[in-house]
């Protein structure tokens, strides 16, 4: 937090700063037509038409579960009933998923190429050691980039989203459906973008991520098993946005394909094999002026990159039979998720949605997780563009291999200020 409180107070010095010193040949004396003016709440403009706005959120959720989830706040999946936590109810509040960023746009900085930015930073990072955990999440990075764009032409640069099914559930848990049906990565990546008025293809080189095993350290770029194929992975989509007369239309097919290297050598296993992770994607958007609707259906294998293979990537096995496994594969997994929005006023909207994966079995060990279902209704009203109030009940079933499964119930209350 102190690291936090001196980024502010140094941006903020650098800011005040900027207002004074911010003139072609960088000359100080400047009059009241081009230092920094305040153009709306929290957006400066500077000379030259460049601006930079400060934005953010503040987020809490309190949800009870009926039983204690994996992961709480990410909802992620339901503990076998055989398992303590699968039997536990719960009652949890974080705050975690409050954020804070800048925006920066600076036009023809490169003769008619815009140049645009982002630094976005949340507390989802874990948490510090010690007993109060519960209140101390750490800084995390999650996104930071740099674009130079023209009317057909994009150049991205830095961590953002991948441009894999680019859409988004209006749920209150974190993962967003991650482990059912909604897979999504934020990763460094280099990407390009060619455009017209109706379509889109974006293709990206990135880190090659892939979370079997990760190595290193606290103070270490942590490597995994996805770094050590030494490729990068790739992803591409083709959207298209148009009109089916009054009745906004936004789609598109996508695709990602990595290798990473797994390497295991102990007591219970002697494994040395390339394998590769790939997915494809449909997406599709409509909107009209009272309903809207929304949707992905993927399908790919070993997937846990992506917080899909709800959860699982590998399964490791003995074909030898000696008690040491010495083979690995994918896990093969689908799904999909769906959300209609009900807007009878601008000031509230309506969502019942749901997504479901399901693994293959054959590629699954023998308690491993076989399918998870996730359906929600909310209830989200917004009094100003400042304030937001969502009340929703959820319901998710996980099942297992050999046929077993076990429910959640969860009833959450979220509030946000956002600026």
């Not at 930079?52 to 204690?68: A, F, N, P, Q, R």
């Not at 101390?136 to 009317?151: C, G, H, I, N, Y």
């Not at 293709?203 to 350290?217: C, H, I, K, P, Q």
């Not at 969502?390 to 291999?401: A, D, I, M, W």
Request: charged letters at 20%; proline letters at 3%; one cysteine or more.
């Amino acid at each position: 937090m102190k690291l936090v409180l001196k980024s502010l107070l140094l941006l903020s010095i650098l800011f005040v700063v900027s207002t004074q010193t911010f003139a072609d040949g960088g000359e100080p004396a400047l009059n009241d037509s081009n230092v920094a003016t305040l153009q709306e709440p929290f957006t400066f403009k500077f000379k030259n038409n460049a601006t930079l706005k400060y934005y953010g959120k503040i987020e809490m959720v309190s949800y009870y579960d009926t039983t204690t989830p994996f992961v709480s706040d990410w909802l992620a999946f339901v503990y076998p009933d055989t398992n303590y936590d699968g039997t536990q109810e719960s009652f949890s509040m974080a705050v975690r998923a409050s954020l804070f960023g800048f925006n920066f746009n600076l036009p023809d900085v490169w003769g008619s190429a815009d140049l645009n930015a982002k630094l976005e930073m949340d507390f989802v990072g874990g948490y510090s050691t010690g007993t109060t955990t519960a209140y101390t999440p750490l800084v995390r990075m999650k996104q930071a980039w740099f674009s130079l764009d023209t009317e057909h032409f994009s150049f991205l640069a830095g961590q953002a989203f991948g441009v894999f099914g680019p859409l988004f559930p209006d749920n209150c848990a974190w993962i967003a459906l991650g482990s059912s049906g909604n897979p999504w990565i934020r990763v460094p990546q280099l990407r390009v973008t060619v455009k017209d008025k109706h379509w889109k293809w974006e293709v990206s080189a990135n880190r090659s991520m892939a979370f079997d095993e990760t190595l290193g350290g606290t103070l270490d770029d942590i490597m995994s098993d996805g770094e050590q194929s030494a490729l990068p992975m790739m992803m591409s989509r083709l959207g298209y946005t148009g009109k089916i007369g009054s009745v906004d239309v936004a789609t598109g097919i996508s695709g990602t394909y990595g290798r990473e290297k797994y390497y295991r050598n102990s007591a219970t296993a002697v494994i040395d094999k390339d394998l590769s992770y790939y997915m494809g994607v449909f997406d599709l958007f409509l909107g009209s002026k009272y309903v809207d609707f929304k949707g992905e259906a993927f399908y790919g294998e070993n997937l846990n990159t992506f917080y899909a293979g709800i959860l699982q990537g590998v399964t490791e096995s003995d074909a030898n039979a000696d008690g040491i496994n010495d083979d690995v594969n994918g896990i093969g997994s689908m799904g999909g998720w769906a959300q209609f929005t009900f807007k009878p006023t601008s000031k509230w909207a309506f969502n019942l949605g749901g997504g479901i994966e399901d693994t293959d079995n054959a590629d699954l060990a023998a308690t491993g997780r076989a399918y998870n279902f996730t359906g929600y209704v909310n209830g989200i009203y917004k009094p100003s563009k400042w304030l937001s109030f969502t009340l929703e009940p959820c319901f998710t079933r996980t099942g297992y291999n050999g046929g077993t499964s076990n429910d959640n119930i969860r009833g959450t209350f979220r509030t946000a200020f956002m600026f």
